[in-house]
């Protein structure tokens, strides 16, 4: 390299490229807004009728998620395996090992996103916007992050769905984006759908996206894990963006538009090259190339950490695992209220697998299934759990299988999650069983025929069945003052200290009863006998009785008016916890009179030793 | 060509390899674009929302998403019965789904206890699809009850009393812009899932079609003639296949109401294979009769063979004659059920 | 500018890098690439562990005894467990049972809180000799285990059980999450109309696996619920999971355990018989040293079944044939024998008594 700084050149001479628009940047700038393209339709076509009638979209729409090598890693590190395909990651993966960070540059849809937001909205220009591109020490902070999460993975608790890029954008315009848009354009999306938390999942995306204001692709260097991870193999390429000295007249025109902030004006970070090609269009001298295998003293091989802060984000992975472990949220100490898809792997398998994409939670064709919360504890935030007041588990669907690219949620046939043909020796997958609270529940607690949940019930037998029975109605405890062979008149019993009855009024033929009510007088006399009758019809004071009193009432017996209709139980060996009792049922509100638990879930009977299933006689058909 | 992005270039020159590197990339690019795209260029699939819809209104086509060796799957063996439509904007089911007794409720839910009270043989469905709007479709679920006693019942049990007729079948009505119609031992209903006003005159045609393609038994009405018509109320044949009166030794049998000296009374007819099959019934009716209540009354009149008997409060006559076995149903009093009895058995012919 | 030109060498050492880094990541993938999608899922076809017969290696000749019967004073309990183990084989004694290097889980009631005298718990005396016997025969390790439903610690040393355990060179093996493993006890889900209610379960399986010879030690007590705690309830100890919804039917349970259970032999403990108030006691006044007999009696059995029903008819002065859960354990086991496993299950003891298989010793 020479001593003597050259003489600048005046550098801000253009040129206006007519016969030169294949460039690389052209190219690049093409693929990023194609992929985000198809980003958006994979999303957006993530629906159960779309998915019906083009059989082979399945195969698509999660495809972005199964080529992240992270989540592949990721699930290989918990699971000790590669579901299915998440093989395609290699596709990434081994051209990232001799191109570097080209996935950033040209594929992220988020990073497309991020890039799109800071170059529409940027503002900056001229030195302000190359300083804007210096490389800082807080992007060091992603590699932090990685590490923590692959410590946790190696445990078994899956987090990199948290701030992987592609879960994380998936989530959102599942979660948040699609839904907002869809409620005034229904009939393109299709309807209008809930989400809970949602606002929560939009508004962080918007953080981060705005945050490009202040920091260009802010996400990307500081936060990414992929990013990271990528960054880290990024040590072994083969080629790299090279700065011949000799060219170069260090005039910083190349980080104007660096995206990675990988400081092509000094050494070249490799960590942090986004492979775009921005610093080769903005030099003017050509100083910079894209070299095979060049000179090692150019370039900052290995990403900038701090040894200590390694040890502390490893140690912060570490301790998590246990953190959250000990809290039992998913064991012994379970909420009733995780009820998983059908098809769902037992609940510790589950939370090492789920990713937090929402791509299931979209596909669910009556919007059961939610982001969760509390429900499922600190490990299974955002991951999918049914909440049966917004939907219920259609019978013949299963769908949310079809799109998880991890293998939570199991790839089922409709028949097995039916217990039909080959799989009725195991019977059906139970997602939990149904309960009445009986507090609640219309005939039981307040004398008003309902059986809405027998009904709907789906199952075949019914696993809500109704048996008739009988109750007093509110003031129906009257006395007898005159009786006939099929009618008996009655009074409201005498006041205290006094024989005659007082008069009483009912509305006429008010307990004629109907198909689904039937109306009854228990008749009770002095020496204790008994005597029920259907009642036919009324007058202000006369009931008239189907057929004959065996024995007349004697003036001064007592006459109980009583109501007998359907009143519904769960056959616990039937329910499979599809939650369209709870859904239908007309007493709305927190509890409904009737509801699901996770109580005799399916999916963990082989898992005896996690605790989560109590009672066999919930979870099995009897003989 | 104008700078992509109204960005001006610093760097002049663009050398042939990094054009070629382009171009391969956008080819690669087009690739992927076009694989994603082509699988749309061939339609949706029909036939599979035809399989697996349920009720106008729910998510269609489940059998895509059940997989291979789904459910649905196993149905669609077999013959296509169904006609064109007959209208030009309608085409017949590509495919036809035969479900037997025992999975007659993967289609029908609970329903399916309707049915096989009724002894449903086997029940054929398919879907007419318009020709230029995939949401409007007319379901057809074509029963065959295998008995035409079975059939009426069937049909008498699902229509509304106060049903338009449509002339279609041996007897038919429209609601809703849906037809429903019984013949020989056959129940089809024909339910478009589109507006009334049109549709519903697409469902009648093809209704129309379907119900020349079904034999009308000879003589498969043999009730009314049996019951008397004097006093009969309008429209109260019912025809009851199993369990009839919650006894479970009686089954197939017509029942109707009277008007019987100022009262209502309710007359049943069962018809047997032969003497001895009514014969038997009877015998069984009478012991039901000594062990849940008692035989109160036998016609003296020894050429007819009734009795009369109260269990639970109720009083029933009963008589056989030669293949039939019929009487009175719920009297409320005796000598009511006496005479309307003993006018019943002399009003059929031997 | 130095000459930037590479070396071959140099090629392969920068390049190799990448090389090594693909083709490591490319065979990782294929290696753990699970194209099904539920490897390592467990499902109802798993291959699951069996429990052993530790019976049939036993060389037990027709002509021996199957119930011992030893009656005596409570001033020599060495004399009695030693006069009713030798009884079931004279020459040989416990050495018929236990050979040199055997390890041998010897299962006490140790289910209760309670203090000893109180005959919720296996007499620890009874026990004390069980185990000198079984070092005697040269056994390489005498295991002591039990999973009660309170505090392992507080009831292991409150029955006075760890107390001898520890004094006789015994390792008390308590129940902890790692012990536990899932067995088939049948192939397939049980049928509860059919007196089932096992198929696979959690069990203590640790000192099961590690055992080559069972000592079931019982003691004898009235049972609220099922009639009487024995050698067959015994076995109950060995559940783990949420065990106690068998008791909804508790004969189903307790003829499983005798299926799933085929000791080398059972120990009756009637020094301390609880004679009304089981399983649980808590008064003196409950307890009855030898029950009907009057003296303490100790019953040692290769037949569980028959052991149970013999101390049901002496000890607690009960009518066996009104046991159901006898019954149906000696159904059980006999569809057992009949594909030709060895061992025994014969609640008729009168059959025994009759063929002079019974021996009797009053000391």
Redesign the interface.
Known sequence: ?SETPKQRSPVTEFHESHGNWLRITTVRIIVQTTMFALFLSFVALTTFAKLDQYPTLRHWVSKILEVDPLV?IAT?LT??????GL?W??LI??PT??IGRFFCGWICPYGALHHFVGWAFGGLKGKRKADANRYRPMFAFKYYVLLAMLVLAIFGSLQIGLLDPICLVYRSFTGSVLPALNMPVQSIFGDYRLHQGGWFIGALLFFFVAMNLVIPRFFCRVLCPLGALMGF?S????WRIER???LCDYCNQCPTSCEGACEPDKELRRSECFVCFNCIEDCPTGALTFAF????DHEVTSPDVRRRSVVVAALAGLALYPFARSSAGSTRNFSAKCIRPPGS??EL?FLSRCIKCGQCIRVCPTNVLQPAWSEAGVEGLWTPVMNFRIGHCQLHCTACGQVCPT?AI??ISVEEKLGLGEFAD?GPIKLGTAHFDTGRCLPYSKNIPCVVCEEVCPTSPKAIYTERQMRTIRDGKKTVTASTDSTVTLGDPPLAGQTLAQPTTFPPDRFRGDETTLCYVLIRHPDGMTETQRILGNDARTLRIEGRFARAPETGSTATIKLEYKVPSVDTRLCIGCGLCERECPVVGDRRAVYVTAEGESRSQ????R?R?????LL?S?? | MPTLFARRYRRAYVGPLEKALGVLIFVALAALVAAFVGQFLTGPRPSAIAQGSMEPGEAAGVTAIAGKGSAADAETAGPNPFPDAGAADWKAPAQASHYTPDNLYMKIDGRADLYLQYHVVAMTFGTYAHASDPQRTIDVYWYDLGQPDNAQGIYRTEAPPDATAVPVGRQGYQGGGAVFFVKGSHYVQVLPTGPDESDGAAALTIAGKIAQLIQDAAGDEWAPKVLPAKGRVEGSIEFAASDVFDLDFLANVYTADYEHEGGRIKLFIHRAENDAAAAAVFEKYKEFFGEFGKIIWTDPDTSRCIVAGEASDVIDAVFVKGRYLGGVSAADDLETAKKAAREFYDAIAP | ??D?R?TRR??LQ??A??VI??GL??A???A?????????????N?AALKLKNYFADIDFPASSPRLSIATGGPESMEKLVRAAIGGLDPSQGIKRFIAKGDVVLIKPNVGFDRAPHLGATTNPEVLRWTIRLCNEAGAGRVIIADNPIESPDACFSKSGIKEIADAEGAKVMLPA?NT?A?LAIRDR?P???RGEALGR??LFHRPLADATKVIGLAPIKDHNLCGASMNLKNWYGLL???RN?FHQAIHNIISDLGLMMSPTLVIADGTRVMMRNGPTGGRTTDVKPGGEIGRPTIVASVDPVACDAWCYQHLLGRDPAKLAYLEMAQRKIAEQTATGVKRLGERDWQAYERAGLIAKAVL
């Open positions: 390299m592949s290989a699971t000790h395996t590669i579901y299915k093989l990651s290699l993966l081994i090992l001799f193999l040590r072994f390429a083969w011949n000295c000799d295998l060049p000179p090692k792997t037992e398998e293998g199991q790839r195991r082989y898992y005896g030793e605790d299933n109590r009672s066999l006689r099995k009897e003989g | 500018m130095t930037t590479l140099e090629l920068r390049g890098g990448a880094a693909a990541a490319a990782g993938g294929y753990l690439y699970d194209p099904k999608g539920n490897r390592g899922l467990r499902t109802a798993d999450e536990f899932t889900a049928d509860p109309t379960w959690q783990g999971g949420r919804q």
